[in-house]
């Protein structure tokens, strides 16, 4: 899938708050366990605090 330079910038502050909302209903019902919580929080947070051309780096590793 092809993407334009916007896509890692649209990855924005509130989709981290989207998923720091799931990951607590996750939580609070017993899916995971804290452990797991605070890895994917913190996770989650260094990638939308990087740098943009990290990002694309980021991403192009992981669909490998």
């Known amino acids: 899938i092809r ?3 916007d896509f890692y910038t649209r ?3 509130n989709a981290f708050k989207s998923t720091i909302e799931v990951s607590k209903l996750q939580y609070n019902e017993g899916l995971i366990s804290k452990t797991i919580f ?3 929080i913190i996770l989650r ?3 939308r605090m990087s740098p943009v051309a ?3 780096l980021a991403y192009k590793f ?3």
């Open 45 to 47: 947070l260094i990638l």
């Open 11 to 13: 990855r924005s502050w």
């Open 3 to 5: 993407v334009d330079d």
């Open 54 to 56: 990290l990002k694309k």
């Open 62 to 64: 992981l669909r490998k």
């Open 38 to 40: 605070l890895r994917n």
